[in-house]
């Protein structure tokens, strides 16, 4: 579902007013913020990597802004689409906010809306890298052995992994493509489907953010074959090999692991300063504490240090360069150039 709005049009026209109207006025605004509800349009379902990195963060930040309640509203249809679209439609109020994934990183080129990273303030909390996974009975130990069934029987053996377009999905066309390896992909609605459709069967494996799968790799219920990190990564009691053992020559892997998915929240980037500070400050203050750690740890997070929408932003803008380098030049699945869209190319 494309966006019928010029966004950019609609916030310079935003923005305009609020010059008009006098920035003292815009702090004094915030300054009995928040006074009603929040509202988080989660961009992915229940149980997906999305989902479990920013439920409890909102959470804990509810205190630290007094806000009455933040309640999680699942708006995930077309993989995010309706979520991002929502916010957008929304005042500029701090009331509404995006649970944030990684259609932000990609949609644009893909042509599936008009948004990039400009067109919001982030605050963006962690992520969790790629893995391959298969079931505990699956006939396969390790990542070559994978490797050589599909090219045993190109086309026959199937991967389950996210919506086309989200990065879970991009890198399995990655490998399809950078490696020559036929199989069949079946995108699902999201990290927690896609784990569900591997353990009920319906795929050989899956390519999918380790998040959504971490209490069944605990359990033993799915095995680790390989992650996008640049080492060996022990995590949830388990060794996770890097990808870079099965493809040693392949510089791109090199250059840019690890590749994680990206979670957080945002709101739109006219919203006023006063309100941004308040949420700067509860960021802060339960991003990098003992609660959050302890998320990081349970769910196989790997945390990315930000403290605020500053360099938030200037990290989701080095991650959009980056997926547009993935989409434009390696896959070839971009519909919208990184030239057109403004995004600055590695």
Known sequence: MKSTVN?????AGSLTLGAVLGTPALVRAATDWPTRPITVAMTAPAGGGTDRG????????????GAPRISIQ??????GVQGTNWVHSQPADGYAWLGSGDQIDTYAMMGRYDYTWRDFDFWMAAGTPATVLVPAASPYKTMEELVADINKR??????ATTPSGTGWSILATYLEKAHDLKFRAANFSGGGPTVRGLLAGETDFAVVGLTPAAAFVKSGELRVLAATVPEDWNTLGVTAPSLLKFFPDDQVMKDTFPWTNANGIALRPDTPDGIKQQVDDAFAAVVDGDEMRQVYEDNAYFFFGLKGHTDSN?????????????LEDVTGLAKVSREKLGITKL
């Open 74 to 79: 699942d708006m995930s249809s077309a993989g």
């Open 314 to 326: 200037a990290f989701m803008k080095k991650r959009a360069e980056f997926w547009g380098y993935l």
């Open 154 to 159: 190109p086309g026959e053996v199937t991967c």
């Open 54 to 65: 920013v439920r409890p963060l909102v959470s804990l930040m509810k205190d630290k802004l």
């Open 7 to 11: 966004r950019r049009d609609f916030i």
